[in-house]
Each structure stands twice: as C-alpha cells, then as structure tokens.
C-alpha cells in the first residue's frame, strides 16, 4: 500500500481531512439530537399558540357565564321615534317597555347681561370712580366675594374685561365675557357653566356701585329684569325657564339638565329639542339589543372554531403520510373530544337545551356554524333569557367550557407544565450536543497526531529514498 500527502505549502492536507471527518461525526450523531431538539421547540411553540386560543375561548365562555347585571345577553336598546328631539340610550337592567315624551323646554344656563356701552368711552368709570371695588355672586348656595381694580383712563372695554377676569379666576361655576355687537360696542356676559334653576345667579354690589354702573342695578338683579338689546339684566327672567321639562307617559317632569337617568330606571334621556303645543309626543321603545346579543353569540362562535381549526390543522396526517407537529397526539386528540361533548350536549337547566335548537349546528370537522339566522334572532327577540339560560345556567355550555378550559390555561397548568417538560428536555438534548461536539473535537485531535506521526515518517522514507537513488546513482 502507498500513500501521497500533496505537500503543496498553500494546502493543509491534515486539516483537510480532519474536517471531513469532523462534518461525518457530526451528521451521524449530533444532527440526529439538533433535530430532536428542534422539534420539542417547534411542539413548545406550538403549544404557546394553542394557549393563546384556549384563553381566548375561556374568556368569551367566561363572559357568557355571567349572570344578573354582568349577563352579557341582558343588553338594551332604545328606539326613539323622533331624534331631532331625544336620544335615548338604555342599560342591561332597563326594562323591557314603551313609553311617551313628550319635551316642553329645555334645561339653559342663567345668564346676565350688562349694558351695552362704546368700547372707547369712559361712562362706567364716571360713574364708579376709581379704585377697588367688590361685588358678590352667589351660586347654587356658594357665596363668593369679587374684587376689581378700577384705574385712571379705563376704558369702558377695559373695566367690562377686568370684570370679567376677576370673575374667571375667582368663581368656579360661572364663566364671563365681553362679547361686541357691533365693531365699536361692547356687553359683559355672565353665564351659569350648569343648567337649571339651582345654578341660578344672584349678583349684588358690596362696595361701590360697579354693577350699578354698567347697568345691574339692585332692581334689575333683585327682581330679575329681563335684559334689552341696549339695557343689562337677565336673558332669562323667570328662574323656571331654566329647568328642563318633559311629560313622560303623562307625567310631569321637572329637572335641571338636559341630560336626565333617574325618570325611567336604566334609561338615559338626552334632550336636544323643545316640541310645540300640539305636536306628537315622541315614542320611546326599550327592547333587548338583538343585534349585540347576536354578536356576542358569534364572538364565541369564532373563538371555539378558531380553537378546533388550529387542533385540527396541528393533529392532521395528509394523504401522503405527512403528519403535523401533534399528529397523534392524545392531550389535543381528548381535548377536541372533550369541547365537543360539553357544546353538544343538552342543558338540563335551559329551555330549549341545545344549540340546535337555537339555529346552531356542528360541522363535521368539529367547528360551529348558526344555520338558520332568523330562529336565532326570533329566540333573542321572543325570550333571550332562553338563550341567556343555554350558556349561563348552572350546567350552561359557557359554565362548562369555563371549568374545563381553565386547567388548560391558567398559570401552572397543563399547558405549561407540558412546556416546562418540553424546555428541560431542550436543555438536557443541548447538554447532549455540547458532549458529542466534545468528543467529536477530541477525536478529531488524536486523528491529527495521528496523521501528523503518519506524515514525517512519510517525510523521513521519501528523504530515504532520495538519498538511495543518489547513491545508487553516483556507483554506477
């Protein structure tokens, strides 16, 4: 036998086919563990996905369950004949109703006016004279004292601004403004920041006479005097133009806003318009929300398919024999089986006791579907506590889904327990693939003494028989 060591200084011969050898060992016994160890990861990822479905479903199943105010099938809207007029808006707890209103006025903020006077001129500084002056505001019972500042060469502008200002920063439930009718004109305007006649304004001078002067007199205020397009006094004169008031399946209603949740309980009425004598009073229908508890009943729909096509896709085997990342597996296998005894089965508490019932069937592969729309909607709208009752009651389809799916997701449960085994498998296959490269490495170095040794005695009979053939050379 012969060997040839190319002894070409560009080429390492030995490392050559020390990494040859190296890249065999490899594929035959570290490739085999690499791809074991990625496959666990792909199950443990893959089971992340399958607890983010699982959570999805019991949450929906979770809401189902729900009872009383928190029944997620108790849910109410009102129909309003007349919306330019009301709106209305209707929590679970209302009633099942109809009702008449019928809106005499509206609910307005107090407001006080001044005179109008030249923004240029000086009258109101004529006729208060300088310096600080206070007047009082009362509001829904809170009395406040306003100083104001009154200086040489104010202008009748300027003082209807001062006022205003120390209003502004000094009382909480009024705002004022000076707003100009004309390009050269100006009147202070003082308004409620709330409707109704409790946050009626009372105004009075304390001292001087600054109110007086820019036309607020003590009989304007006292008596409530009804503002003029030149003249100060009260936009409203009577208190009771303030209030809100609506007739409401015949009763008389007084209130301070417009916005008013305590006539019809768990109906919020929003006024937007007052009706004339003789117009047609405005029909009011409460009724359950057919549509939102529709919804609600898809959303848990979607969830559970969402869950049985993802354990479908995961644990199927094709026709060519390519088999998924669960394919076989008995966990995902039960649990299919499982969901689907706790959605078909009947509920004794509930009647009608099955989804079938109900207009909701199920596919052959496990998925549900609502086949006939219009029964659903005709059992929300003639009864929902039928439905409501099909999922919430004692042994309701989202009751049980809740307590079975729970397990699966909560923290330490199967689902994570099963990716806890998963991960200490990981770290013992990459303890396993740390070794092996060990052993590979140390093979592959005594394989280079080894070569190493081989090539000077190569080097030593090549030099050998340099020297035989000069001899033999030279006796000739």
Excluded at 145 to 152: F, G, L, P
Excluded at 187 to 210: E, F, H, P, W
Excluded at 320 to 333: H, I, K, V, Y
């Amino acid at each position: 036998m012969s060997f040839f060591f190319n002894t070409n200084n560009n080429i390492n011969p030995i490392d050559n086919l020390i990494q040859l050898f190296k890249q065999s060992e490899t594929s035959k016994l570290v490739k085999p563990v690499e791809a074991q160890k990625s496959s666990i990861q792909t199950k443990n990822s893959t089971l992340l996905d399958l607890k983010l479905k699982l959570s999805a479903l019991y949450q929906v199943a979770k809401d189902l369950s729900a009872v009383g105010v928190n029944s997620k099938f108790q849910v109410k809207s009102a129909v309003v004949s007349n919306s330019d007029v009301l709106n209305a808006t209707a929590q679970s707890s209302a009633i099942v109703s109809n009702h008449t209103i019928f809106v005499q006025q509206l609910a307005k903020e107090d407001t006080i006016l001044s005179s109008s006077f030249s923004i240029s001129g000086n009258e109101i500084l004529s006729a208060t004279g300088e310096g600080i002056k206070t007047i009082r505001l009362i509001i829904n019972g809170v009395s406040t004292d306003v100083n104001v500042s009154i200086s040489a060469g104010d202008t009748n502008n300027t003082i209807l601004n001062k006022i205003a200002s120390a209003i502004n920063s000094t009382v909480g439930d009024v705002s004022a403004t000076v707003v100009n009718p004309t390009s050269s004109t100006a009147r202070l305007v003082i308004k409620s920041k709330n409707t109704g006649s409790q946050y009626a304004i009372s105004m009075s001078d304390v001292y001087g006479n600054l109110l007086a002067s820019i036309g607020l007199d003590s009989n304007t205020l006292s008596n409530r005097l009804s503002s003029t397009e030149t003249n100060g006094g009260y936009l409203y004169a009577d208190a009771n133009l303030l209030d809100a008031k609506i007739i409401v399946d015949g009763i008389n209603i007084t209130r301070s806003s417009n916005k008013i949740s305590d006539v019809i309980p768990g109906v919020t009425i929003e006024l937007r318009k007052a009706q004339s004598p003789g117009d047609t009073p405005v029909s009011v229908t409460i009724q359950t929300d057919i549509s939102q508890v529709k919804g609600t009943v898809e959303s848990f729909i979607k969830a559970y398919n969402d869950l049985i096509k993802f354990i479908n896709d995961k644990t199927k085997t094709t026709t060519e024999g390519n088999r998924a990342t669960f394919s076989g597996d008995q966990m995902l296998m039960k649990l299919k089986m499982e969901l689907r005894l706790r959605i078909s089965s009947g509920v004794s508490s509930a009647n009608p006791s099955f989804l079938s019932d109900v207009g909701i069937k199920i596919n052959p592969d496990g998925t549900l579907v609502i086949f006939d729309v219009s029964k659903l909607e005709k059992t929300i709208a003639d009864d929902v506590s039928k439905i409501e009752s099909l999922f919430n009651s004692s042994d309701g389809i989202a009751v049980r889904l809740k307590d079975f799916v729970n397990p699966f997701v909560q923290v330490g449960g199967v689902i994570d327990k099963r990716i806890d085994f998963g991960k200490e498998q990981i770290k013992r296959l990459e303890e396993r693939i740390k070794s092996l490269n060990e052993l590979i490495d140390e093979r592959a170095e005594n394989l280079r003494r080894q070569f190493a040794q081989l090539q000077s005695l190569y080097f030593a009979f090549t030099r050998q028989q340099a020297l035989i053939q000069q001899m033999t050379s030279i006796l000739q």
